[in-house]
């Protein structure tokens, strides 16, 4: 196997390290995401977000040539990137609002009289799928590099820092629950990923 020989081992190091790096800005999406739903369905939406990572930066990584031929492709992941960040904004603005409510409500009254939105499983469940796809647009091309054409190291690299990925986006749904504000710390990483990506893209078309 490619992986026993120096160079496929030197390979696979290069691959987790990287991917470790940049495997952060993906757990902080799926951990803000699952933060609003519910225990039970936190987990679900975790396990969402490791599969379809790793189904998505594998696939990209089988097309790379392919990927780094299509100009603006960086600039539309960054756009939508963009989106998922407003989304979640959208949604932080209500859960605080929500709780400015629930402050004035007497004791007895229903916490759904705020007529606070509550995030669904479908919602957040998106919101990863999206941001999974313009990240590893992003990310993967970094991986293939260090890979250096070892097609099993590659796969093995992506499969175990995603997994690495998991235990951390659960890690961080925990501490944004206990701790709400943490959840604007994320965004603003998240915001920052999304517009170097948008002028990064624009950059490849010479917009800027």
Known sequence: MEIFTAAGFSALLQVIAIDLVLAGDNAIVIGLAAAGLPREQRN???LVGIIAATVMR????????QLLAIKGLLLIGGVLLLWVCWKMYTELRAGHAHD???DDVVAGDSADDSGAPRKTFAQAAMQIVIADVSMSLDNV???AGAAHGH???LIIGLVLSIALMGLASTWIARVINKYPWIAWGGLLVILYVS????YEGAHQLGWI
Do not use: P
């Open 100 to 102: 400015d409510a629930m």
């Open 44 to 46: 679900r939406a975790i």
């Open 141 to 143: 091309l970094a991986v």
């Open 151 to 153: 097609f099993q190291v």
């Open 195 to 198: 517009i170097k990506m948008i």
């Open 58 to 65: 594998i696939g990209f990584a089988l097309i790379t040539t």
